[in-house]
Each structure stands twice: as structure tokens, then as C-alpha cells.
């Protein structure tokens, strides 16, 4: 099953899919916008089609105390407008922290982020799913 991930920003929105197994996260883009809300989801609902997708993880940037914030807010709007245009299931993930671990990740590889902010949101994406990938194989 192919599950595409999300990390939703005002600016940016980082999108990634899993293998068809379910094992792996692999970044796909990073979808630019501001104001019209239709442009990322015209391109999500293209994605969730090419791949065939069968559910999406959308971060949830909640609070370090657990708490939901004015970013988390916008974030659990924008997974409900996306379950209603894309008619898959949308789960929502904690996502913590995975912008410092996109970060980190980059740099292990030894490239600098610098201003290349869109490469950040879609490993951001990646963070996001295989978090969620890995728990749900605890399961």
C-alpha cells in the first residue's frame, strides 16, 4: 500500500510516499503556494492518482506540551479539505521536530540547507512518514 505524507506550511508543502511495501519513505516534492488553496490540492490529488496512494499522513505540529497551536490548527484544517477532495483516509502524525532532523540529515550528507528551504520540506515529509511507517510496524 503507497501512502503519501505531507508536511503542511503556509508557504510550502513537502510531499513524500512510501514503497509499495510500506518500508521505505522517499521524498517526491515540494509544492510552492500562498494564497489559493486549490493549486496544492490540485497537485496532492494528482499525486494520490499517479501512485495510486491508499491513505495520507499529514504532520501534526503539535506543541512541545502536547498542546495544539495556531500551526496545528491550520494543519488539521487543511487534512480535513484534503480527506473530503482526495476521499482516502488522513491521518494525522506528530511531527515534532522533523524539520531539525530533515536538517540533520542533509548536513550527514554532507550538503549544506542554506536557502534551499524546499529540499527541508520534503525531507521533512520523508521524516514524517517513515516515523510513521516504523510504528506502524510495531503494531
Known sequence: MVIIAIDYGEKRI?????????????????????????????????????????RIVVGLPLNMDDTVGEKAEKALNFASILEDR???????????????????????????????????????ACVILQSYLDNMKKE
Open 14 to 54: 513537502g510531499v513524500a510516499k512510501s514503497d509499495p511495501l510500506g518500508l521505505l519513505a522517499s521524498g517526491i516534492t515540494t509544492i510552492e503556494w500562498n494564497k489559493d488553496i486549490n493549486k496544492p490540492l490540485d497537485i496532492i490529488e494528482g499525486i494520490v492518482k499517479d501512485y495510486k496512494a491508499e
Open 86 to 124: 482526495c476521499k482516502l483516509p488522513v491521518m494525522l502524525y506528530d511531527e515534532r521536530l522533523s524539520t531539525i532532523e530533515a536538517h540533520d540529515i542533509i548536513h550527514m550528507q554532507g550538503k549544506k540547507t542554506g536557502k534551499d528551504k524546499r529540499k527541508i520540506d520534503m525531507v521533512a
